[in-house]
């Protein structure tokens, strides 16, 4: 969670519990708008690009296993009847031959022209990537307004904000066992005088960077 804080890469895992949240508010959709699962980050495992799964096979055992992990609990949630995974997943990997898979690996990647996209900010991709989970819904790039926008000053700000926004719903969301806790710590905080509860900010920054040093 301490990669929330403003200018630092987002964890993976942060972006992880993300997910867990949305797919849990996914349940509560209205009646027949779009369904969504996210998948976690490590779905797609660095072992099946390293050579340490040597077969196609081990490699779609090891994604299948992620994926029925992943639905285990979803009681009510995306369905993938009729959907041919093992077939899409030979597709992302190129592990059976597809008879365009030449011609496709010849194609220019086709990267959406959005408005708030950014030339000079290499620090906030997880905080984008967290804001287009929530707030993407099947539009086209012209029509998707997800808030933001260009880069700017305006939009470092609002990014800084996102990041609050995030920290406080995932530390406070009702799938959090330790809501309370972190309630409690809240209310114990906010007691504290405003000098003092600075240090202790300043201590926490100190204490993350040795951290990180070593």
């Known amino acids: 969670m301490e990669t929330l804080s403003p200018g630092l890469w ?5 972006v992880d519990c993300w997910g867990e949240i949305l797919n849990y508010e996914d349940r509560f959709r209205k009646d027949g708008s779009l369904s969504r699962h996210f998948f976690r980050t490590g779905c797609i495992t660095m072992s ?3 050579g340490t799964l040597s077969t196609d096979e081990d490699k779609w055992k090891s994604f299948a296993a992620e994926v029925s992990a992943q639905f285990k ?3 009510g949630g995306l369905a993938l009847s009729g959907i041919d ?3 899409l997943f030979a597709r992302h990997l190129r592990l059976y031959g597809h008879e365009r898979h030449s011609k496709i690996g010849r194609l220019k990647a086709r990267i959406p022209k959005l408005k708030w996209k950014t030339k000079a900010n290499f620090r906030d991709c997880g905080i984008f990537t967290m804001l287009h989970m929530e707030s993407y819904m099947g539009q086209t790039a ?3 307004d997800c808030g933001l926008v260009v880069e700017s000053k305006q939009q470092c700000d609002m990014l800084r904000l996102l990041r609050f926004k995030f920290a406080t719903k995932i530390l406070l969301h009702e799938i959090n066992v330790h809501a309370q806790k972190m ?3 809240a209310e114990e905080f906010d ?3 405003g000098f003092e509860k600075m240090c202790k900010v300043v201590d926490a920054l100190k204490n993350r960077n040795e951290r990180e040093q070593n």
């Open 48 to 50: 099946m690009f390293d």
């Open 73 to 75: 609990d979803n009681v």
């Open 85 to 87: 995974l093992k077939k």
């Open 191 to 193: 007691k504290i005088a």
């Open 10 to 14: 987002i964890d993976a895992n942060v």
């Open 142 to 144: 012209k029509t998707w």
């Open 183 to 185: 309630i409690r710590y």
